[in-house]
């Protein structure tokens, strides 16, 4: 048996693994870009679900900034175990470009139900360290809670999940509308994070779609009458939203991509539903589909 050859591949495999660790870590200060600071603002919304509250208890909310001169460098890092392990750290390497920010999000139980048709929450507004946000972590509570035709009902976090959430990012998605002040939004997709089991007992998987106005679009309009109890979603191939009309039947489904998507109008109460097709939508544009009235 050639023992040369067997150990050749592994050694190869462990060569490329260290490097890969080690480009995650190691940077030269000519590869740091400018020395400064930039303003983040974070914003929440809400993707609805027809609960009549869904509470989540938010601990903190921390970023992960790569301040290097080409962040595409790091496109192969370990992500996931960064965000895992991070807290069991004080600080990144004094030479590594990726270093974590804590936002300074107040600690509380948010009541995502009320982020609902084009209305945010500003979860933070603070100034950290120049460079690209390759990551956002939201740490999670225990008291998290789902009421469903007035009772109460515990949210619990899968016994094998983790209590924080990871927003990977690409680096590039936050919109600078003014130098070195950008901003965020993430919508809060309720229908895909909160799951009942067959006992009855509901379980949070949160689940997040982060988004900038003026690179996605928006639909509007009016449902009457209330007593219809519409709910509203719009899909193609690629995309997705969902929103439930407020007391006024007005609703606004908003970080939609560019183009065609059909509309579907489910009701109840003996009411007619409704399907619009071809509604074509265009970045940074709002599209008004105007009073849509629903018939018995």
């Known amino acids: 048996m050639n023992k040369t050859n067997t150990f050749r591949p592994l050694i190869a495999l462990i060569a490329i693994v260290a490097v890969t660790f080690i480009a995650c870590k190691k940077n030269s200060s000519s590869e740091f870009s400018a ?24 601990k903190s909310v921390q970023v992960l900034i790569d301040t290097s001169k080409n962040t595409r460098k790091n496109d192969t890092c370990n992500f996931e175990r960064m965000g895992d392990d991070h807290h069991n750290r004080r600080r990144e390497n004094k030479d590594s470009a990726l270093v974590w920010e804590d936002l300074g999000v107040s600690a509380g139980i948010y009541d995502i139900l009320k982020l609902r048709n084009g209305v945010d929450t500003l979860l933070a507004n603070k100034t950290v ?11 999670l509570g225990t008291q998290n809670a789902v009421m469903v035709d007035s009772v109460v009902y515990p949210l619990q976090l899968p016994a094998t999940a983790n209590p924080y959430v990871l927003v990977k990012l690409k680096g590039d998605e936050l919109d600078e509308y003014l130098p070195r002040k950008s901003r965020l939004w993430l919508d809060f997709d309720l229908a895909n994070s909160i799951i009942k089991e067959r006992n009855g007992q509901y379980y949070l998987r949160p689940y997040f779609k982060p988004f900038v106005v003026k690179n996605t679009a928006s639909i509007t309009g009016v449902i009457a009458p209330a007593d219809a109890k519409a709910t509203v979603t719009v899909y193609n191939a690629t995309d997705s939203a969902f929103a439930i009309p407020n007391r006024d039947g007005k609703f606004k489904l908003r970080g939609l991509k560019e183009g065609s998507y059909t509309v579907i109008i489910n009701s109840a109460n003996g009411y007619a539903s409704k399907m619009i097709n071809n509604v074509e939508v265009k970045t940074t544009k709002e599209v008004e589909l105007g009073m849509i009235t629903l018939t018995k």
């Open 129 to 139: 360290v120049n460079g690209a946000i390759r990551m956002i972590k939201l740490e």
């Open 35 to 58: 020395v400064g600071q930039q303003t983040v603002s974070l914003y929440m919304t809400d993707a609805p679900v027809a609960y009549d509250q869904v509470l989540i208890d938010l």
